[in-house]
């Protein structure tokens, strides 16, 4: 059983900055990638952002530039720095974790983001 835990969200002004946090808990196994999506009202979750173990990442780009992804492997979390928000970039963001053995992939409850004026 794998927890994610996943934190930073809330109200941001456009042009603002939030920091994301999904930290992974429970059975032992290695991750391969840890990862951020998010789903708009209306429209399908699509991937933000990844990290790949080895140090590949990955982001949309609707976010290159903007965003930045990074993981801590010590402490199994991964971070999502946001800036210069948008309003289109209001939506829930959930965490997701995939194991080295194809473990997963394993998501996290989703935490709200919302850049309003």
């Known amino acids: 059983q794998v927890q994610l835990v996943e934190s930073g969200g809330g109200l941001v002004q456009p042009g603002g900055s939030l920091r994301l946090s999904c930290a992974a808990s429970g059975s032992a196994f290695s991750i391969y990638v840890m990862g951020w999506y998010r789903q708009a009202p209306g429209k399908q979750r699509e991937l933000v952002a990844n990290a790949i173990s080895g140090g590949r990442t990955n982001y949309a780009d609707s976010v290159q530039g903007r965003f930045v992804i990074s993981r801590d492997n010590a402490k199994n979390t991964v971070y999502l720095q946001m800036n210069s928000l948008k309003p289109e970039d209001t939506a829930v963001y959930y965490c997701?974790?995939?194991?080295?053995?194809?473990?997963?992939?394993?998501w996290g409850q989703g935490i709200q983001v919302t850049v309003s004026s």
């Open positions: 997701q974790v995939v194991g080295a053995s194809g473990m997963g992939p394993y």
